[in-house]
């Protein structure tokens, strides 16, 4: 399996989608800050209210000279809303362009049924998906805290807020990879683009959360919540800081739980199935 | 502060441990694939080579080097089955050409036991009874005296060989044989002396086994040459044919290789085959060329030093 | 079982041996009960029309697609995970990334093989003539060249056996040479068995040893080329009403005995082909109604089109 994973690596150096995918995050992330750089801009009385469309309110009224957005808002609290909007597009749309890929050109062909189980070939191309993901979250957290600490200041550098971004990287990168996990095995499964498409524009565009949401107004009778258990409604709850042990346990079983499935569910689907 | 530098020994101390456990892990599942390979390649017939399991320390080129090996291994199998159907097909071969004149002779004899045969008759055919016995003769010395080089049974003596006088004295044997083919060879020696270390006999095997060989193969244009070049006596037999290709150039000198498949000629192979041998034996290089239609084979044999 | 030294090397009777091997697709048996027998060396010519079944049946013996039922013997083993290391596939179009260069496909092989050779790619690639592609990419390749790569890739890990099915497709009569001639030189200087399917049959017949006809997902015939050559002999064609009564004058009046009916009220005579005037008269004057009689050498297209079409 170690072979098949450095096949893979080679094969993600060489590959041009995953270029174009991190410079995405790279662009989105800086162009939140020009947003936000601009919003203070208009704060500080420097620019004029409305240059380029961006109109700034605060509590519904035109802003107090003076102001900083960068003072009220936390570099984790930025990178809460890079990872629900952006990221999770993102690295989704790399996954299935990766895994339809593989069946469109016939390169599953070259591995399976050479020596290597089922099994193992899943295992490692599945492995080499939550890799990329995992290295898409990491880029924009560290490029995140990089821009956070050149635009809000010193409050970043700060012991106590670093060990908090710290582990909100590590909460929100298991919710963002088992989120990809079950894409990737949905785009195995169906092995279309645009199957694909429609399930991350679903998930990143908090229809999935919708559903959830119903769902729990379905079965308010039995007092069950199952949107405290799904993927997406774990990341807008997921905290900055002050980390309680409850929601912090929610989130655990939770990744574990959906990865699980979704990679037992790929796994078998995989082993029996035939490889066009 | 020193619970600190104690959780540090300790996170080292367990880091390091990790580390090495992996390395081991490697390791082994490294060489139980290697070992689980050879076991297939050692009961199978078969291309397949080691492959490696993941790249640890000096695995991968012991893997290299063994994979080396297995195909030398294999290359002199096929190579060693090559020549076990070429040497089965010239015992095939031989025991043909040889059986020829014999039955051929038997055949005059036959005839000549007849009773009203008359004299003049009787003495032409034992005369061409006496030359299918010669030819057999031919071919089976050839024989013998090849199995006897393999075997590495010769006896040879080295000795300080005048090269130009030993060439000429050879090539003036066969004027007959030159004279009966109906054209004359050109024939060039050089005048200055030059000297070889050598066996007499090999040495003039090799010009006999050249001058055979053109007269046997060749048509026309004989040319036979010797001279010293670049501290190398260079000899030199070429003549025009029509019965070579490019490719049988890289197989002429093989052990009982002949192109003629009718076998209609006596050949038995060896002529050219014990020209190498006894040219590198004398520390020399024995080559082919074929330009058109002329074919020629150079011999280059290092001069004595003086 | 340990011994040491080099142990007596197996030659084992069949190199791919399949037994009643089926694929249903629904209601339909795409491969119906296949029982092929592929021997060392051979190069195992795979005949059928388009959707005989010719790629499912290859298709499992490559492990892509699970067998509904029987059983597959590779290498006259089994266990076909470990056997399928042996061996090597081109099936319908290379798996390949249009993205990437010839050399870079190959370098993704070679690691996720194994394979410790550095010189295997490009080694593999001159060997298979596209030595000279540099940084093209594959999505650029002529259909000939992407072949190529496809057999590159097949043969990369030294198999001992390639199955190949139609790797002559849309190819131009120069790359269908080379690869014909790189086949055969593969069978006898590194012995590998092939197994390969194709519709073009006159190609298919310059290399096969043996042949399998696929119909409607059965194995109709299997035989090998000397057969082949038999079957496809010169004779004397007739259509009779009374294929009985013919071959009993043929027997009796004519002594021939060389003759079979390929179906009824057809009578073909093998021997005796300067008498076919003769034949004529006979099977007339003993009442035997002739509707037709000629000279007929079939040559391999008319045999397979009889086997496949109409029969």
């Known amino acids: 399996m170690i072979n098949l994973l450095n096949g893979e690596w080679y094969k993600l150096g060489k590959s041009r989608s995953f270029l174009v995918c991190c410079i995405c995050i790279v662009a989105s992330v800086c162009l939140l800050y020009g947003m936000l750089f601009l919003v203070d801009e208009v704060q500080k009385g420097n620019v004029e209210n409305g240059t380029a469309g961006v109109f700034v309110t605060v509590d519904g009224q035109e802003p107090l000279s003076g102001q900083s957005v960068f003072e009220s808002v936390t570099v984790g609290e930025i990178l809460q809303n890079i990872m629900v909007v952006f990221v999770v597009l993102i690295s989704g749309i790399f996954n299935i362009i990766f895994v339809v890929g593989e069946y469109g050109n016939g390169a599953m062909k070259n591995l399976a049924g050479k020596g290597y189980s089922r099994g193992k070939i899943f295992a490692a191309k599945h492995m080499v998906c939550m890799l990329t993901t995992e290295i898409m979250v990491l880029l924009s957290a560290i490029l995140n805290y990089a821009l956070g600490c050149i635009f809000i200041g010193k409050a970043c550098l700060e012991g106590a807020v670093l060990k908090d971004y710290v582990i909100y990287v590590l909460l929100i990168s298991a919710l963002v990879v088992a989120i990809n996990s079950i894409i990737a095995v949905i785009s195995e499964i169906s092995r279309s683009l645009a199957v694909g498409i429609v399930v991350v524009v679903c998930v990143a565009g908090g229809i999935s959360s919708l559903l959830f949401n119903a769902l729990d107004l379905l079965l308010h009778n039995f007092s069950v919540q199952p949107s405290s258990y799904w993927l997406t409604n774990l990341m807008e709850e997921c905290p900055v800081s002050g980390f309680e042990t409850e929601i912090v346990l929610r989130i655990v079983i939770s990744v574990v739980v959906w990865f699980g499935v979704s990679f037992a569910a790929g796994m078998w689907h995989f082993h029996k199935a035939d490889i066009k | 502060m020193m619970q600190s530098v104690l959780t540090g020994t300790v996170f080292v101390l367990l880091g390091a441990t990790g580390i090495l456990g992996i390395r081991l892990w490697r390791y082994r599942k490294q060489i139980n694939h290697i070992s689980e390979e050879l076991s297939v390649l050692r009961e199978e017939d078969t291309n397949y080579r080691l492959s490696s399991y993941c790249a640890v320390g000096k695995t991968e080129e012991v893997i290299r080097k063994t994979n080396d090996i297995i195909g030398h291994y294999r290359e002199s199998e096929k190579k060693l089955k090559k020549e076990n159907a070429a040497y089965r097909q010239s015992i095939t071969s031989i025991s043909h050409d040889i059986r020829t004149p014999l039955t051929s002779a038997k055949g005059y004899i036959q005839i000549m036991q007849e009773a009203e045969i008359n004299p003049e008759k009787r003495m032409k055919y034992a005369a061409i009874v006496e030359q299918r016995l010669d030819d057999v003769n031919d071919m089976l010395n050839q024989l013998f005296e090849y199995a006897r080089i393999e075997a590495d049974e010769m006896s040879w003596e080295t000795e300080v060989l005048n090269v130009g006088n030993l060439f000429a004295e050879t090539v003036s044997m066969f004027y007959d044989d030159f004279v009966e083919a109906g054209c004359e060879p050109e024939v060039e020696i050089q005048n200055a002396p030059c000297h070889i270390m050598g066996d007499r006999h090999a040495f003039v095997r090799i010009v006999e086994n050249l001058i055979k060989n053109a007269l046997v193969h060749g048509e026309g244009d004989y040319r036979i040459t010797f001279q010293s070049e670049g501290g190398y006596a260079v000899i030199c037999v070429s003549n025009k044919t029509s019965s070579i290709e490019k490719k049988d150039i890289g197989r002429i000198f093989e052990r009982f290789y002949t192109t003629d498949q009718s076998r209609s000629r006596k050949t038995t192979g060896l002529g050219l085959a014990i020209v190498r041998k006894f040219t590198e034996k004398m520390g020399g290089t024995a080559e082919a060329v074929l330009e058109g239609e002329q074919f020629s084979i150079t011999v280059r044999i290092p001069l004595a030093s003086e | ?311």
């Open chain 3, 1 to 311: 079982m340990e011994k040491s030294g080099i142990t007596e090397r197996k030659s084992m009777d069949y190199i791919l041996k399949t037994n009643n091997l089926t694929k249903t697709y629904g209601k339909t048996n795409a491969v119906d009960s296949v029982s092929i027998h592929v021997k060392r060396g051979d190069i195992y010519g795979f005949i059928g029309k388009n959707g005989a079944g010719k790629t499912t049946f290859m298709r499992m013996v490559a492990g892509l697609a699970a067998p509904t039922r029987g059983e597959i013997e590779l290498f006259g083993k089994r266990d076909l995970e470990k056997q399928r290391k042996r061996i090597g596939t081109l099936i319908e179009n290379p798996g390949i990334y249009p993205n990437m260069t010839a050399e870079e496909n190959l370098e993704v092989i070679r690691r996720s093989f194994g394979i410790t050779d550095k010189n295997a790619v490009k080694d593999m690639l001159a060997f298979v003539g596209l030595g000279d592609t540099g940084r093209k990419k594959v999505k650029n390749f002529s259909m000939g060249m992407k072949q190529r790569l496809g057999i590159a890739i097949s043969l990369f890990r030294n198999p001992d056996f390639l199955i190949l099915d139609e790797p002559i497709n849309g190819l131009d009569p120069a790359g269908i040479k080379e690869i014909r001639d790189l086949l055969l030189k593969l069978n006898t200087e590194r012995n590998i068995t092939i197994l390969i399917s194709s519709h073009i049959l006159g190609e298919l017949s310059k290399i096969a040893t043996r042949y399998g006809i696929i119909k409607g997902g059965a194995l109709i015939e299997e035989f090998a080329a000397e057969e082949l050559s038999e079957k496809c002999r010169r004779c004397q064609k007739l259509a009779v009403d009374n294929a009985e009564l013919a071959v009993t004058i043929l027997e009796e009046k004519l002594h021939i005995t060389e003759y079979d009916v390929p179906e009824s009220g057809m009578l073909r005579v093998f021997g005796h082909l300067d008498e076919s005037a003769r034949v004529n008269r006979e099977l007339i004057t003993g009442g035997v109604e002739v509707r037709e009689s000629y000279l007929a050498g079939q040559d391999l297209e008319a045999y397979f089109m009889d086997l496949l079409g109409e029969s």
